[in-house]
């Protein structure tokens, strides 16, 4: 009988030490070796574990492993290299048992895979080309979950790090023949981005795989956008042909390709019905000082780009242009941008922006016409200004270099021109303003929502240096008013210097025939007769008769200018005798103008 229970106890023994192993787990270190030779020789890279690993049997089979390291071999800075905090796979117990392991299910918990950044193609490495394996050789792998991964692009060169961060993904596929079901999230910059994807798998090498993509940006994108197209990879370039879908409920079409062999090349020709895009930024207020923020565009460096974009219809935050194309080519870090048919606001546009990101110090050439475009809803959407109205012509000719718009604004150098005709200034009466400097200096533009000044022609010509522009042809005609001048806007300090020569029309009647029997106030514009200052923040200047000393004692300043008299308006305002064609002196002409100017 002894034999027997000694026999008992050491199978109870084993028992409980069998069940310890499945609840606990056994440890992996036997098989790592094996792991690691059979990946290496599949896939070229060079697999370490460093962490530790266990098997468990209970309530599944599951290979656990810590701190795995996927790279090159060689490990040099500019290759790709992939970290996994940990990688767990569920395994079947029957393919197991038939010896073509099938995998259930692979989840990587923290994956941070490191690309370089390079500014040259021919940095990149050799990538390694894996043995074509059949099915049967290899596992299959049933659903992938990704937890909290990131990819992590660096230049150690240029000390730059870009991230996308916090990606989780799903990633299913129900038969090795079915179809492949992926979604996710992921962040870009402060942007959020979710999508989800379905992919196809040809019948043989001939054929191409059928994707379908849904893909939601609100902070680039301000509906969701569904494609699909035709993927075809040909060593390391990914072909996109048949590409169609809908941005919202406008429809696209086009196609594109991505060569990955180190510096990645994007050739992309897309059309679109409407394109909705989410204004990146938005100018400054007025009065506020320019931004010395940091412009980030190293980024340029590191992708060559072909790009053709069209739209019957583009939508750039509250900004219109309908039609719009434009043709983008990036290579060397200068980005040069050519839209040669943009209708904008019942006028055209047309231009060159060159963007040169490639030295320390980024440069900027814009080249711009402008013709019968309505200014109102154009400066509305791109500036939030809202004064002017009218066509608008514009010629612009500018280039700029600095790292912030400050110092964009500071180092502007070109030529502007820029005309006005039939519109108004809205919230400001500008003859109501030059009656009112016979009385009182203005502090700032007097603003007034129901007030708006009816304008024939607005139009100046601008030479820019250093981020002053100056004009010395400064011409504004409206019914009532007509104002010419010279001066100085200084960009960088956001402040006007001018001295303008306005004259007014006395009456509106003055515009018009004369009733019969009535003689109609004399219709030329009489001249202000003293200079008018306008000095001071371009927001709120001070505007004030050319007067010596009057900023420092209006009240002398103002009684010189009464005792100065109708003069304000003419040529002194007394009878010299002469007589008009009417027969009238001129001194009671301007006299009388005067005291309706005045309101006496």
Partial sequence: MKPIRIAGAIAALLLVAAALLIAIGIPAGALTAAIQSRIERDTGYRVTIAGSGTVRLFP????????????????????????????RAELSPTSLMSGTPRVTELTLIKPELSLPLLRRRDEAATTPTPARKGGAELAEIERIV?????????????RVERRIAGIQADIERDDAKGPITASGSATLGR??????????????????????????????????????AEARLRGTALAINGVSGKLGDAPFNGWASV????????????????????????????????????????????????VRLSATELNIGPARIAPASADAKLAAGVLS?????????????????????????PAFDLRCDIAGVHALPLLDGLADFDRIDGKMQAKLALRSSGGSARAIAAGLDGSAAVGLRDGAIRGLDVVRMIRNLTTHIQDGWQIAPTDATDLSEF???????QGKAETSDLKLAGPLVRMSGAGTIDLPAKTLAFKVEP?????????????????APSAEPIGFGIPVRIEGPWIAPRIYPDIAGVLDDPDAAYRRLREIGSGLFGNGGTDSGDADRSGRGSGAAVNEIIKQLLGR
Avoid: C
Avoid at 75 to 82: A, H, I, N, V
Avoid at 268 to 290: H, Y
């Fill in 146 to 158: 990704i937890q909290d991964g990131a990819v992590v692009m660096t230049s150690a060169a240029d």
């Fill in 337 to 361: 941008v050519q839209a040669a048919r943009l209708g904008a606001y019942g006028g055209q546009a047309s231009g060159t922006l060159v963007i040169d990101a490639s030295g320390a110090t």
């Fill in 459 to 465: 139009a100046a010509s601008f030479q820019i240096a």
């Fill in 60 to 87: 599944a089979a599951a290979l656990t492993l810590h701190d795995v390291t996927a790279e090159m071999p060689g490990g040099r800075p500019t290759d790709p290299r992939l970290k996994i905090a940990t990688v």
């Fill in 503 to 519: 004259k007014l029309v006395a009456t509106t009647q003055g515009q018009s025939a004369p009733e019969r029997g009535i003689a």
């Fill in 259 to 306: 060569d990955v062999a180190g510096k990645p090349l994007v050739k992309l020709d897309l059309d679109f019905q409407r394109l909705d895009l989410v204004a990146i930024t938005r100018s400054a207020p007025p009065g506020a000082p320019w931004s010395e923020t940091p412009l980030d565009l190293v980024g340029l460096n590191y992708v060559d780009a072909d």
């Fill in 191 to 228: 942007s959020p981005v979710s999508f989800e994807l379905t992919a196809t798998p040809p019948a043989d090498d001939g054929q191409p795989m059928l994707v379908d993509l849904t893909l939601d940006a609100p902070g680039l994108l301000t509906s969701r956008l569904s494609a699909k």
